[in-house]
């Protein structure tokens, strides 16, 4: 079971409202393609569902199996976007409501997807270190040296997590210099040996980062702990984000100050700043974050679960036969899950950008993403991700500023 994270008092207080619940799944990085902007972010033609699915057919020889998400409405949600279904997929009836949505934030990071799903769309530019080699300052190098007592460090560059890891872990180990890397995200990664270095250490340099990159706004700081030795190094649990928080209310927070309980399983809490929930659930891996969502569901209320695999281990590695393996062992579960869940509960399953492994580079698609939920029916493309915050607070009661209810 992953650990508690009781964020406030909230917590531990009994619960007015009646008992509803909605589960809110966030498949990490399961876009759609077609996003009308996606040229603008050197996007044009990215499709992580369509592409996978080409993949399946033309390597495997079979098509791409998700019978519980195509029952739910994926395929028609795709073929809003493109007029057709995915590769090798057969006509099905279908059994729930589905759109696709469209992000109006400026970035296709994982905080502005989150946000604006959640009613806040990010209207300002996000700061990004454009530079692929030596994207850091001097200043901003010295000042961590300097405030942290480090020897120096390593990387300064545009990387993919793992593959900087195995190359500079050991430098790293030996020298006592973590290593710090960014992607076309607004973000600052830190990484270093877990027990060499330290968590308490690393935990450290990351807030004096969070606190020299507010201005210009860098959207996270995110702490990478590994452990292992040279040629065999794995990142641990222990990921933390900095991140900002929200600059209003979201869906969550409003359904909280409703009176509901709000809780956030896997990085959910890190992604809105610890804000709007009432408990956070660590878990990693999506055989965790199923059981430990399986764990609160008796809880009732709003309950949002991310599931990062598909971005972290398929998505950023370009790996498109373990990102299609893992949709359909996730497609797996679901149905299980649809087994033990009545008709009184909402089932709200998205996505918050694309991560198409058939693409060039590694970093994130500008894509349309599924929006699959409760009832029946056609509800067409979404001009913004907020209509899904809209029909989340819609089933609590609650209104939100941004977008408009789907159903």
Avoid at 161 to 189: C, H, N, W
Avoid at 254 to 264: F, L, M, P, Q, S
Avoid at 377 to 405: C, K, L, W
């Amino acid at each position: 079971m992953g650990m508690i994270r009781r964020s406030d008092k909230s917590a531990k207080q009994d619960y007015p409202c009646p008992v509803k619940r909605l589960f809110w799944f966030v498949l990490d990085s399961v876009g759609i393609g077609g996003a009308p902007d996606a040229a603008d972010f050197g996007d044009d033609g990215s499709d992580t569902l369509g592409h996978i699915a080409d993949w399946f057919l033309s390597r495997e020889g079979r098509p791409l199996q998700l019978p519980h998400l195509q029952r739910l409405g994926l395929g028609e949600a795709y073929r809003l976007v493109h007029g057709n279904l995915p590769a090798g997929w057969p006509e099905l009836d279908i059994a729930g409501a589905f759109a696709a949505a469209t992000e109006i934030s400026t970035g296709k990071d994982t905080p502005s997807g989150h946000w604006e799903m959640a009613g806040v769309p990010v209207r300002w530019d996000w700061a990004y270190f454009s530079d692929t080699d030596d994207c850091f300052s001097h200043e901003l190098l010295s000042h961590l040296h300097s405030m942290c007592r480090l020897p120096g460090s390593l990387g300064h560059c545009h990387a993919s997590g793992t593959e900087i890891i195995a190359r500079l872990g050991a430098e790293s180990m030996k020298s006592g210099k973590p290593i710090f890397y960014t992607s076309a995200d607004s973000v600052f990664q830190i990484a270093a040996h877990e027990e060499l270095f330290g968590l308490e250490k690393l935990h450290r340099v990351c807030e004096v980062a969070r606190a020299a990159l507010m201005d210009p706004l860098v959207g996270r700081v995110i702490a990478r702990p590994f452990i292992g030795e040279r040629g065999d190094f794995t990142r641990t649990g222990n990921r933390k984000d900095y991140a900002v928080p929200p600059p209003k209310s979201t869906v969550l927070e409003r359904v909280k100050e409703k009176g509901y309980r709000v809780t956030g399983v896997g990085k959910i809490g890190d992604i809105f700043a610890h804000t709007g929930m009432s408990r956070e659930v660590k878990a990693n891996g999506h055989d965790e974050l199923w059981r430990v969502t399986r764990d609160v569901m008796d809880d009732g209320g709003l309950i949002m679960t991310n599931f990062g695999d598909f971005d972290m281990l398929y998505g950023h590695r370009r790996d498109p036969r373990g990102y299609g393996l893992a949709l359909e062992e996730w497609d797996r579960q679901l149905g299980f899950f649809l087994e033990e869940i009545t008709d009184e509960d909402f089932l709200m399953i998205t996505a918050d950008h694309g991560n198409d492994p058939t693409w060039r580079g590694t970093d994130h698609t500008r894509e349309r993403v599924p929006v699959l939920s409760a009832g029946k029916g056609d509800y067409g493309i979404r001009n913004s991700f907020s209509d899904i915050g809209a029909t989340v607070g819609n089933f609590f009661g609650v209104e939100m500023d941004e977008g408009r209810v789907i159903g």
